[in-house]
């Protein structure tokens, strides 16, 4: 029976929050609550005092990989899917479990990680192949390859500090798929990059993996997911929600937005307006019935209720559709910013038919108005489309939406 | 064994385990010499960026300690008229300068080391005791650039070239474990505290002042000398003069000087891998 990649066991870990006082003071404030309180500092020796406030970033966290798994890991921000990655990546230590990890490990946690910015872009290659403890000859080897794959062979002896972001990404990348690590660890990084290097970078994941390596994905572009990983583990507020078979876990997390005609949760509505503005229901409606799930074949309308709850005297207010981390369309509901008292209002959307394609849209909502600016909430609700697409196998039709056209051929 | 302890601590069935770590730890070794290849590239990045960007280069090693013995020959040998041990007061002082300008170097870069490697420190992995080594390592090549002009010093004075000499390695060796072990503490405390970073160029300086540099141990009345001793570097700096001037050695003074050095060394890891842990959520 081989042995797993990863294992984590009863993985935990708490952060003291803001008061940076604590968490790096000055020596000054150390000698005086030092006089003030000698035996309980030195109990407390570089530490925080126990009246700082302490959340948890991860409970109770556990689970497996097997090598050669890629796994997605999905979830809100501030779901806990960073920390992992750093504890794994033993950039910061748990507060309570364990963690096993067979092999090499090389992680990407933001662009540019372990580059010094001084050193030029072939200084800085062998200088993450020695963090990860390669050899000069190891990564000689690999050097042609690397620099061949971040495509910037004109730039690599010059200091990193001034390539573009883009260039950062691609060579940060290029180095750790390339560095023959048994597990690679991916944070959100790739989505700095350009379409064309975010292909190139899902396709050298699955040749990773295919090689048998284990792959972890942190990511909120939900299709790469889809297409790239076999297992999904989604964190919810630091615990595991799911965890297993990649389609299921999806699944389970967009049935977690709001649908429509659901109670719209508010929260995510955070900026200017956030209290000035109450939202209420998502509603949509085909042939003049609400309906659960849409036929994308005919027309339909989405209507958002709420309230203006004071100081209103105009307000923009639009909807935008997203898919698998596109942005497909925003919508306004009048044409400009338009005269409004407070009070509860409905906008009301009508949409055209055979344009959204099956599957989960997911709608964020944005209001900007005479007494704030532009306020934006994210996934705050989704629209789901049958799949009653008329018989037109998918091949036929990619893309994100399908428009309506024409086509002719003279011959 | 080069190749043997690399793959066997990077090598695919090696398996690391991650727990939280309570109290004290023990530093391990094997790490560390596992990761020597990333020392040894810190080490390189550190020196080459100090002189690829400077107009005098290597010269400013030199510069440094050799202009500090200019002044202090005059204001102090001939203006202050400060008592020699009798040898001439330029060699006499330079042969102090010269371990003190790496000590007080190498502290007060290695002070700041940890934190002005955040974006390392934050992002990646290693055993973080190698960034304070690192710019202690930077530190030995201007040492060694500076001993020549010692050793011509010494031919121009006709002083010194005695077998004492063979000690300096030993010494050399002491001062290096004193410079690691303050500097290891520094960058810990910085990390935590920041206003070390406008402490330690003030302890630097007083430090000095309590180190027989510009002047000789036998100034002190001789039942106040033990208190001199207390300082590492007093044993040392005096040892150093022994062993280029040609001076007897203070054998029990230089015990003292030793066995503290190699406290402070141990304490100064020992607190280092205690709050290592918490580096990067705090860094």
Not at chain 1, 210 to 225: D, E, I, Y
Not at chain 2, 213 to 240: A, C, D, K
């Amino acid at each position: 029976m081989t042995h797993p990649a990863i294992k984590v066991e009863g993985l935990s870990k708490e952060y003291i929050v803001g008061h940076t006082q604590e968490q790096h003071g000055t020596f000054y404030d150390l000698l005086a609550s030092t006089l003030r309180a000698p035996l309980k500092r030195l109990r407390n020796l570089g530490g925080a005092s126990k009246e700082a406030e302490r959340f948890w970033a991860l409970h109770d966290v556990n689970f497996e990989v097997q090598p050669g798994e890629v796994v997605g890991i999905i979830g809100r921000n501030g779901a806990g899917k960073s920390t992992l990655l750093k504890i794994l990546s033993r950039i910061t230590a748990p507060t309570k479990g364990r963690v096993e990890v067979r092999g090499r490990l090389a992680s990407l946690l933001e662009v540019g990680t372990g580059f010094h910015p001084e050193l030029s872009g072939r200084e800085n290659i062998y200088l993450n192949g020695a963090i990860l403890g390669m050899t000069r000859v190891e990564v000689a080897r690999k050097f042609d390859e690397i620099v061949a794959f971040a495509e910037i062979e004109r730039f690599i002896d010059t200091p990193v500090k001034r390539y573009s972001s883009g260039m950062y990404v691609r060579l940060a990348f290029a180095v750790a798929a390339h560095l023959d690590a048994d597990v690679l660890l991916v944070d959100e990084v790739l989505a700095v990059g350009d379409a064309a290097f975010q292909q190139k970078s899902m396709g050298k994941m699955n040749d990773v993996a295919r090689g048998g390596r284990t792959v972890l994905f942190v990511s909120h572009n939900l299709g790469a997911v889809r297409n790239l990983c076999s297992l999904v583990l989604f964190l919810e507020n630091g615990t595991v929600d799911f965890y297993g078979a990649a389609l299921k876990g999806l699944s389970s997390y967009e049935r977690g937005f709001t649908s429509a005609g659901d109670r719209i949760d508010g929260s995510r509505f955070q900026g200017a307006l956030s209290d000035h503005l109450r939202f209420e229901k998502l509603v949509c409606r085909q042939g003049g019935a609400e309906v659960a799930v849409l036929d994308p074949l005919k027309e339909f309308e989405i209507e958002l209720s709420g309230t203006a709850l004071r100081g209103f005297q105009s307000m923009d207010l639009s909807i935008g559709l997203f898919r698998d981390g596109f942005y497909i369309a925003s919508c306004h509901d009048v044409p400009q910013e338009a005269a409004m008292r407070d009070g509860p209002f409905v906008s009301r959307f009508r949409l055209p038919a055979a344009v959204f394609k099956p599957g989960r849209y997911t709608i964020g909502i944005g209001a900007s108005a005479s007494i704030g600016q532009w306020t934006w909430g994210s996934d705050i609700a989704s629209l789901e489309f049958s799949e009653n697409w008329g018989g037109q196998s998918a091949e036929r039709n990619r893309g994100v939406v399908s428009i309506p056209y024409t086509g002719e051929r003279i011959q | 064994m080069n190749t043997h302890s690399q793959s066997e601590y990077f090598g695919h069935q090696h398996l690391t385990v991650i727990e939280p770590t309570q109290g004290w730890r023990m530093l391990d070794w094997r790490e560390l010499c596992a990761y020597r290849e990333l020392l040894w590239v810190l080490t390189s990045r550190d020196i080459k960026v100090r002189y690829k960007q400077t107009v005098l280069g290597a010269a400013w090693a030199v510069l440094r300690p050799f202009t500090t013995m200019v002044i202090f020959s005059v204001v102090f040998g001939q203006l202050a008229k400060m008592p020699s041990d009798g040898y001439p007061y330029p060699v006499f002082v330079y042969a102090a300068l010269l371990p003190w300008t790496f000590f007080a170097a190498a502290i007060g870069t290695s002070g700041g080391s940890l934190v002005g490697s955040s974006h390392l420190v934050s992002k990646v992995y290693f055993p973080r005791l190698i960034i304070p080594l690192s710019s202690v390592g930077a530190g030995l090549v201007d040492l060694l650039i500076s001993t020549s002009i010692l050793l011509l010093l010494m031919l121009w004075y006709g002083v010194g070239w005695s077998w004492n000499l063979l000690a300096a390695p030993v010494l050399l060796l002491a001062v290096i474990f004193a410079a690691l072990g303050v500097g290891t503490l520094l960058s810990a405390l910085t990390v935590a505290y920041r206003d070390f970073t406008h402490l330690t160029p003030f302890v630097i300086q007083i430090w000095m002042y309590v180190t027989p540099v510009i002047f000789p141990v036998s100034l002190v009345p001789e039942r106040w000398q033990w208190l001199l001793y207390i300082n590492p570097m007093t044993g040392l700096v005096e040892g150093f003069r022994s062993a280029f001037l040609g001076k007897p050695f203070d054998i029990s003074g230089l015990a003292i000087s030793f066995a503290v050095a190699i406290a402070v060394f141990l304490t100064g890891i020992a607190y280092f891998e205690k709050v290592e842990r918490r580096f990067a959520d705090i860094i």
